[in-house]
């Protein structure tokens, strides 16, 4: 059986409320929601699926705590993994950078291996600019929980149906996947 990890990192406890969320909508127990500050090289190995969540901070950076988060990450063997990305952002005072944090966590994993599932149409967020978008996709969920707070529960449970069916063909723990009748 599969496990599913989630890591995320979190200054003001806005991505670590989200990362519980996904836990709860995902049938992950709370031991299996990790601050990335803690995550190690075997605890990656422990889980087959990673959800990684980060906020962006500044001018487009990462939460503090991913900076390390991301080399425990590009030592790791990520290939056999899947991966899903998660990010929290202001679409409306970072317009040019929103969640640029995830971008660059994308950036750093995509050549590892590992499979990312979990892309968003960008097509219903508004901002001007992120490096976490290609070919119009976000390259996992973005959310925008100060501007637009009554769009995030909705986000999350389509975002959770569309991890699910990428990982319906294999069976996991801690995983209710959705029966076809």
Known sequence: MKKIGIFYGSSTGTTQGIAETIASKLGVPASDVIDVSKMNADMVKEYEVLLLGTSTWGDGELQ?????????LKESDLKEKTIALFGC???ESYCDTFCDGMGIIYEDIKDSGCTIVGKVSAKDYS???SIAVIDGMFVGLALDDINESDKTEER???WVSDIKNHLASVSYTHLTLPTNS
């Open 64 to 72: 503090d705590d991913w900076y390390d988060g991301v080399k425990v």
């Open 156 to 158: 999350i449970d389509a």
């Open 89 to 91: 952002g202001d679409a």
């Open 127 to 129: 901002f001007s600019s």
